[in-house]
């Protein structure tokens, strides 16, 4: 075993190197999704507190902090849900709470998926989030939303990005 390979192994969790590649766990899963709540609400409350700011330096002496209803608050937070999982799915395979837990979200063929089916998937995990546990029940761990949308979800501690494929099969895969 050469050094770089010997550094690199130390720097997994105990046991890691068994499930490099394995599909994630229900409990994993949730524990990741759970990290993805928290950092949701932390920029829904940087996002209220920057509208407040801004109004606050258009007219500082009639300033009154916004008011918002739960159902705008609700909105705004569903966007950034599937603007945050699109975009960290679609870019590296891994949101906040799987980058953590050193899960990766993958095509069949192991690669990131596209921004299309990221997005179709980050509106499904949004819209039926206890899709999530089936993967409790399932023999391949998989959720509703990776049966649906032909993806996994696998342990993965490497700093690697596996590059998404371009050919016509993913293309049309993405649209699908």
Do not use: K
């Not at 330096?57 to 739960?70: E, N």
């Not at 761990?141 to 050919?167: E, G």
Request: aromatic share 10%; net charge positive; glycine share 8%.
């Amino acid at each position: 075993m050469s050094a770089t390979t010997t550094a690199s192994t130390r720097a997994f969790p105990r046991g890691a190197a068994e499930r490099q590649g394995l599909r994630a766990g229900v409990v994993s899963r949730l524990a990741a999704a759970v990290i993805d709540l928290l950092s949701a609400v932390v920029l829904l409350v940087i996002a209220y507190a920057g509208y407040a700011g801004f109004r606050f330096l258009r007219d500082a002496r009639s300033f009154t902090w916004p008011q918002t209803s739960f159902d705008e608050a609700l909105a705004v937070g569903a966007i950034i849900v599937v603007v945050m999982f699109t975009t960290s799915w679609s870019s590296t395979g891994r949101s906040t709470g799987m980058r953590l837990l050193g899960l990766r979200l993958v095509g069949r063929d192991g690669m990131t998926i596209g921004p299309a089916r990221s997005f179709l998937r980050a509106v499904a995990c949004l819209v039926f989030p206890l899709g999530l546990c089936w993967s409790a029940f399932s023999v391949r761990n998989a959720s509703l939303q990776d049966l649906l949308f032909r993806t996994s979800v696998i342990y993965d501690w490497r700093m690697h990005v596996p590059a998404a494929r371009t050919d016509e099969r993913t293309a049309n895969a993405d649209a699908a």
